[in-house]
């Protein structure tokens, strides 16, 4: 009955001062919604590169050479036989691609039409990394030494505007050689989770690529590690693989599923951050709030004296101006829940990612309403019950 009237006497007294209502509640709902946008954005964020990652595969294992502590030697190279028998050779690993690169300018009669990565691939690195063809076909163990490339969509989209209409079987300039072309890839969907551009670059034979490149050594695998193997039994059994094969090689190896662990950790600390910073303006909204309800018991002077004459003791006077404190900050809280959702939705289409409803935001959203409205409306609370009764009748 007690918290039944204070919330009607609570809904009356911010009737009555509708403007000051008004503004206390706008101070609380950018406040408000600024920490739930930042949280629901990060949260957007974090399931969007992890998303990138599971297209990817997560028994992907990357292996790159380390270089030598011995900063006057040399680090010895991965032999290209070592690379592709990786797989036959240990139990953890299905299948391994190495892979090298170069960069460079790609030539259409005579004209330079693009620049980018070369990269110099076996047959099975189309499947590792989740390239789709367009036309033709990828690259074949077959093309052994063979000047064949297989292009990606930007540098396709570049041979049509150059008039090119049928493009597998015409002949292209890369890093000073010609090339023909046997494939096009579809645009990519995971670009970001890659190390390289796939719409802009090219893919010859890595033996290929060994004869022609001005440094053709391989510094990174890409491998799949078996069904119901663990990335941790692959990562040793891959490491003394390749020292068993080369005294002092040394290789670092990446799982997939080792990113997306410390991806979470980083995001998770990432969405604090951001709410930390939208915090700032719901303190702003807060002292909003402990301002309108400092100036309400300036006013109701009178009230609070009669109340107190009338047998009310300070507990209740201190409870019906906190229950108004916090009616005002869970409503700017709501309003602010809606603004912060509605703002993360608007960034989703315009980024054209996919909204990610955060449950965690919406119980935030909710519970700084309450929580800003006892913290900010306390004092004010205890003012009213400080007051003497009959120093507040005489000051009317």
């Not at 592709?84 to 460079?104: C, H, K, M, N, Q």
């Not at 163990?141 to 396709?156: E, S």
């Not at 909204?285 to 004296?305: P, Q």
Request: hydrophobic residues 45%; glycine residues 10%; charged residues 20%.
């Amino acid at each position: 009955m007690i918290l039944k009237t204070n919330v009607k006497e609570a809904v009356k007294s911010l009737y009555a001062t509708k403007q000051r209502t008004l503004l206390a509640l706008v101070g609380m709902t950018i406040g408000t919604g600024s920490v739930i946008a930042m949280i629901s954005v990060g949260a957007i964020v974090k399931s969007e590169s992890l998303k990138q990652l599971r297209e990817l595969g997560t028994d992907i294992l990357t292996i790159r050479r380390l270089r030598s502590s011995d900063t006057a030697r040399r680090p010895p190279a991965i032999r290209l036989e070592d690379a592709v028998g990786l797989s036959d050779r240990t139990a953890s690993i299905a299948v391994a691609a190495p892979w090298v690169e170069a960069y460079g300018q790609f030539v259409y009669t005579g004209k330079r039409i693009a620049n980018g990565e070369v990269l110099g691939v076996t047959a099975s690195f189309a499947d590792l990394n989740k390239l789709s063809l367009g036309t033709g076909r990828f690259l074949s163990d077959l093309d052994f030494r063979r000047y064949y490339c297989v292009i990606g969509a930007q540098v396709a989209q570049t041979l049509r505007r150059a008039g090119v209409t049928h493009i597998v079987g015409e002949s292209i300039r890369l890093l000073g050689r010609l090339y023909t072309v046997v494939g096009v890839l579809q645009p990519a969907i995971a670009r970001d989770a890659r190390a390289f551009n796939v719409d802009r670059a090219a893919f010859v034979p890595i033996t290929t690529a060994q004869r022609t490149f001005d440094n053709a050594e391989i510094k990174q695998i890409i491998a799949r590690v078996r069904p119901d193997v663990h990335y941790m039994v692959a990562t040793r059994e891959v490491e003394s693989y390749f020292r068993q094969r080369e005294r002092n090689l040394n290789v670092e190896v990446e799982s997939a599923q080792q990113l997306i662990e410390q991806m979470k950790r980083q995001s998770q600390l990432f969405t604090l951050l951001l709410g930390a910073i939208g915090s700032i303006s719901l303190i702003v909204g807060g002292i909003g709030v402990m301002n309108v309800m400092l100036a309400s018991v300036t006013e109701r002077r009178k009230e609070i004296g009669i109340r107190r004459a009338l047998g009310a003791n300070r507990k209740d006077v201190q409870s019906q101006f906190l229950t108004e404190s916090v009616m005002l900050s869970l409503l700017g809280g709501l309003l602010g829940l809606g603004l912060g959702l509605g703002g993360s939705y608007v960034f989703c289409q315009f980024s054209d990612w996919t909204f990610v409803l955060s449950v965690p935001a919406g119980l935030l959203g909710v519970g700084m309403g309450v929580g800003v409205g006892i913290l900010f409306g306390f004092y004010p609370a205890y003012q009213a019950a400080r007051l003497n009764p009959v120093a507040a009748l005489r000051a009317v």
